[in-house]
Protein backbone atom coordinates (compact mmCIF):
# COMPACT_ATOMS: atom_id res chain seq x y z
CA UNK A 1 0.00 0.00 0.00
CA UNK A 2 1.37 3.58 -1.24
CA UNK A 3 1.45 5.70 1.67
CA UNK A 4 -0.19 9.30 1.29
CA UNK A 5 2.05 12.08 1.06
CA UNK A 6 1.80 14.40 4.60
CA UNK A 7 -0.39 17.61 3.99
CA UNK A 8 1.71 20.68 4.42
CA UNK A 9 2.50 21.87 7.78
CA UNK A 10 -0.79 24.76 8.16
CA UNK A 11 0.74 28.48 9.92
CA UNK A 12 -0.84 27.66 13.15
CA UNK A 13 0.69 24.44 13.48
CA UNK A 14 4.48 26.07 12.22
CA UNK A 15 3.84 29.00 14.99
CA UNK A 16 3.03 26.00 17.49
CA UNK A 17 6.11 24.13 16.91
CA UNK A 18 8.48 27.01 16.70
CA UNK A 19 6.99 28.15 20.29
CA UNK A 20 7.12 25.08 21.65
CA UNK A 21 10.93 24.39 20.64
CA UNK A 22 11.48 27.80 22.16
CA UNK A 23 9.99 27.37 25.54
CA UNK A 24 11.03 23.53 26.20
CA UNK A 25 14.93 24.53 25.58
CA UNK A 26 14.30 27.53 27.18
CA UNK A 27 15.39 29.93 24.77
CA UNK A 28 11.89 31.60 26.03
CA UNK A 29 12.68 31.69 29.65
CA UNK A 30 9.79 31.66 32.26
CA UNK A 31 7.97 34.77 32.68
CA UNK A 32 8.70 36.11 28.98
CA UNK A 33 5.48 37.94 28.20
CA UNK A 34 4.05 36.53 24.45
CA UNK A 35 2.84 39.32 21.89
CA UNK A 36 0.92 38.47 19.22
CA UNK A 37 1.80 41.24 17.13
CA UNK A 38 5.61 40.73 18.32
CA UNK A 39 5.55 36.91 17.42
CA UNK A 40 3.67 37.29 14.42
CA UNK A 41 6.42 39.65 12.77
CA UNK A 42 9.36 37.65 13.82
CA UNK A 43 7.70 34.81 11.88
CA UNK A 44 6.18 36.20 8.92
CA UNK A 45 2.50 35.19 9.67
CA UNK A 46 -0.49 37.09 10.60
CA UNK A 47 -1.83 37.63 13.89
CA UNK A 48 -4.29 34.84 13.87
CA UNK A 49 -1.93 31.70 13.66
CA UNK A 50 -0.19 33.38 16.12
CA UNK A 51 -3.49 33.37 18.42
CA UNK A 52 -4.25 29.62 17.70
CA UNK A 53 -1.09 28.70 18.25
CA UNK A 54 -1.07 30.74 21.55
CA UNK A 55 -4.24 29.38 22.79
CA UNK A 56 -2.96 25.44 22.12
CA UNK A 57 0.04 26.28 24.38
CA UNK A 58 -2.31 27.51 27.02
CA UNK A 59 -4.07 23.75 26.80
CA UNK A 60 -0.37 22.64 27.67
CA UNK A 61 -0.07 24.61 30.32
CA UNK A 62 3.09 26.14 29.07
CA UNK A 63 1.65 29.63 28.96
CA UNK A 64 -1.03 31.67 30.81
CA UNK A 65 -3.17 34.42 30.44
CA UNK A 66 -3.39 37.45 33.05
CA UNK A 67 -6.04 40.56 32.59
CA UNK A 68 -3.68 43.66 31.56
CA UNK A 69 -0.56 41.10 30.75
CA UNK A 70 -1.93 38.99 28.07
CA UNK A 71 0.16 35.60 27.92
CA UNK A 72 3.15 34.92 29.70
CA UNK A 73 5.16 31.79 29.38
CA UNK A 74 5.05 29.66 32.81
CA UNK A 75 7.34 30.27 35.35
CA UNK A 76 8.07 26.77 36.97
CA UNK A 77 9.57 25.94 40.18
CA UNK A 78 11.35 22.93 42.24
CA UNK A 79 7.50 21.50 42.90
CA UNK A 80 6.91 21.49 39.65
CA UNK A 81 10.52 19.92 38.75
CA UNK A 82 10.27 17.22 41.50
CA UNK A 83 6.96 16.52 39.95
CA UNK A 84 7.93 16.49 36.27
CA UNK A 85 10.44 13.83 37.04
CA UNK A 86 8.40 11.63 39.35
CA UNK A 87 5.64 11.42 36.17
CA UNK A 88 9.23 10.84 33.97
CA UNK A 89 9.74 8.30 35.98
CA UNK A 90 6.58 6.21 35.97
CA UNK A 91 5.72 6.97 32.26
CA UNK A 92 8.94 6.55 30.94
CA UNK A 93 9.59 3.14 33.36
CA UNK A 94 6.38 1.86 31.91
CA UNK A 95 7.40 2.22 28.50
CA UNK A 96 10.85 0.12 29.35
CA UNK A 97 8.79 -2.63 30.75
CA UNK A 98 6.17 -2.92 28.02
CA UNK A 99 8.98 -2.30 25.32
CA UNK A 100 10.88 -5.31 26.46
CA UNK A 101 8.23 -7.59 25.54
CA UNK A 102 7.34 -5.83 21.78
CA UNK A 103 10.94 -4.94 21.02
CA UNK A 104 11.97 -6.30 17.80
CA UNK A 105 15.00 -7.18 16.23
CA UNK A 106 15.52 -4.80 14.25
CA UNK A 107 14.11 -1.83 16.88
CA UNK A 108 16.96 -3.34 18.97
CA UNK A 109 19.68 -2.92 16.29
CA UNK A 110 18.63 0.62 15.92
CA UNK A 111 18.57 1.53 19.47
CA UNK A 112 21.90 -0.19 19.97
CA UNK A 113 23.44 2.51 17.10
CA UNK A 114 21.82 4.82 18.90
CA UNK A 115 23.63 4.36 21.94
CA UNK A 116 26.50 3.38 19.77
CA UNK A 117 26.60 6.86 18.47
CA UNK A 118 26.33 8.50 21.56
CA UNK A 119 29.45 6.76 22.87
CA UNK A 120 31.13 7.99 20.35
CA UNK A 121 30.14 11.27 20.04
CA UNK A 122 30.98 11.41 24.17
CA UNK A 123 34.70 10.00 23.81
CA UNK A 124 34.87 12.84 20.92
CA UNK A 125 34.13 15.56 23.13
CA UNK A 126 30.04 16.57 20.81
CA UNK A 127 28.61 16.41 24.68
CA UNK A 128 26.63 19.19 23.43
CA UNK A 129 24.76 16.67 21.22
CA UNK A 130 23.97 13.95 23.90
CA UNK A 131 21.17 15.86 25.32
CA UNK A 132 19.14 15.68 22.39
CA UNK A 133 20.43 12.13 21.21
CA UNK A 134 19.40 11.33 25.09
CA UNK A 135 15.37 12.28 24.44
CA UNK A 136 15.18 10.57 21.00
CA UNK A 137 16.71 7.37 23.07
CA UNK A 138 14.25 7.55 25.82
CA UNK A 139 11.18 8.71 23.34
CA UNK A 140 12.02 5.72 20.92
CA UNK A 141 11.90 3.34 24.13
CA UNK A 142 8.78 4.77 25.06
CA UNK A 143 7.02 4.47 21.43
CA UNK A 144 8.24 0.70 21.32
CA UNK A 145 6.64 -0.33 24.74
CA UNK A 146 3.23 1.92 24.27
CA UNK A 147 2.76 2.80 20.87
CA UNK A 148 -0.88 3.69 21.16
CA UNK A 149 -0.50 6.33 23.95
CA UNK A 150 2.08 6.01 26.27
CA UNK A 151 5.00 7.36 23.53
CA UNK A 152 2.30 10.42 22.91
CA UNK A 153 2.08 10.66 26.61
CA UNK A 154 5.80 10.77 27.13
CA UNK A 155 6.30 13.71 24.73
CA UNK A 156 3.94 15.58 26.32
CA UNK A 157 5.62 15.24 29.25
CA UNK A 158 8.92 16.10 28.36
CA UNK A 159 7.34 19.06 26.34
CA UNK A 160 5.37 20.37 29.58
CA UNK A 161 9.03 21.68 31.14
CA UNK A 162 11.54 24.28 30.10
CA UNK A 163 15.10 22.36 29.48
CA UNK A 164 17.39 25.15 28.50
CA UNK A 165 19.72 23.35 26.58
CA UNK A 166 23.03 24.97 27.42
CA UNK A 167 22.81 23.37 31.10
CA UNK A 168 22.72 20.05 30.25
CA UNK A 169 23.87 17.37 32.92
CA UNK A 170 25.33 15.88 29.53
CA UNK A 171 27.86 18.49 29.59
CA UNK A 172 29.08 17.62 33.13
CA UNK A 173 31.74 15.36 32.47
CA UNK A 174 31.75 13.58 35.95
CA UNK A 175 27.58 12.54 34.28
CA UNK A 176 28.14 11.33 31.04
CA UNK A 177 29.74 7.33 31.85
CA UNK A 178 27.11 7.16 34.66
CA UNK A 179 24.09 8.39 31.95
CA UNK A 180 25.98 6.01 29.47
CA UNK A 181 26.08 3.19 31.50
CA UNK A 182 22.52 3.21 32.44
CA UNK A 183 21.30 3.17 28.77
CA UNK A 184 23.74 0.13 28.38
CA UNK A 185 21.87 -1.69 31.10
CA UNK A 186 18.61 -1.00 29.96
CA UNK A 187 19.23 -2.19 26.64
CA UNK A 188 20.65 -5.15 27.97
CA UNK A 189 17.30 -5.93 30.24
CA UNK A 190 15.70 -5.26 27.06
CA UNK A 191 17.78 -8.07 24.96
CA UNK A 192 16.83 -9.97 27.45
CA UNK A 193 13.36 -9.12 27.37
CA UNK A 194 13.19 -8.70 31.44
CA UNK A 195 10.39 -6.41 31.93
CA UNK A 196 10.30 -5.83 35.26
CA UNK A 197 14.30 -5.22 35.21
CA UNK A 198 13.94 -2.56 32.53
CA UNK A 199 11.51 -0.55 34.30
CA UNK A 200 13.87 -0.07 37.65
CA UNK A 201 16.92 0.34 35.92
CA UNK A 202 14.96 3.53 33.53
CA UNK A 203 13.03 4.85 36.80
CA UNK A 204 16.09 4.72 38.76
CA UNK A 205 17.73 6.75 35.43
CA UNK A 206 15.33 9.23 35.16
CA UNK A 207 14.87 10.34 39.50
CA UNK A 208 18.73 10.19 39.28
CA UNK A 209 18.29 12.93 36.65
CA UNK A 210 15.97 14.47 38.25
CA UNK A 211 18.47 14.35 42.26
CA UNK A 212 21.22 15.64 40.05
CA UNK A 213 18.78 19.12 38.74
CA UNK A 214 17.89 19.73 42.18
CA UNK A 215 21.15 19.50 43.31
CA UNK A 216 22.57 22.12 40.93
CA UNK A 217 19.32 24.87 40.82
CA UNK A 218 17.50 26.36 37.92
CA UNK A 219 20.77 26.26 35.71
CA UNK A 220 20.54 22.23 35.54
CA UNK A 221 17.16 21.77 34.69
CA UNK A 222 17.65 19.90 31.83
CA UNK A 223 16.40 16.42 30.11
CA UNK A 224 18.31 13.36 30.31
Known amino acids: MTS ?3 PPMSKAEYVYSVLLDEIRTAQIPGGTALRAGAVARRLGVSVTPVREALRRLEKDRLISYEAHHGATVVDLGDDALEEFYGLRAVVEGLGARL ?17 AAMVRDAEEGGNDRL ?5 HFHLRIADIGG ?9 AV ?14 DAAQVRRQ ?5 GILAALAGGDGARAELLMIEHVRQAGDYRKQH ?3 GRMTS
Not at 102 to 107: A, L, P, Y
Not at 131 to 135: A, D, I, M, N
Open 131 to 135: GEQSR
Open 99 to 115: AAARITGEELARLHEMH
Open 217 to 219: GPA
Open 147 to 155: PAFLGQHAR
Open 4 to 6: QPR
Open 158 to 171: RNSFPVPAAASLWL
Open 180 to 184: LDAHA
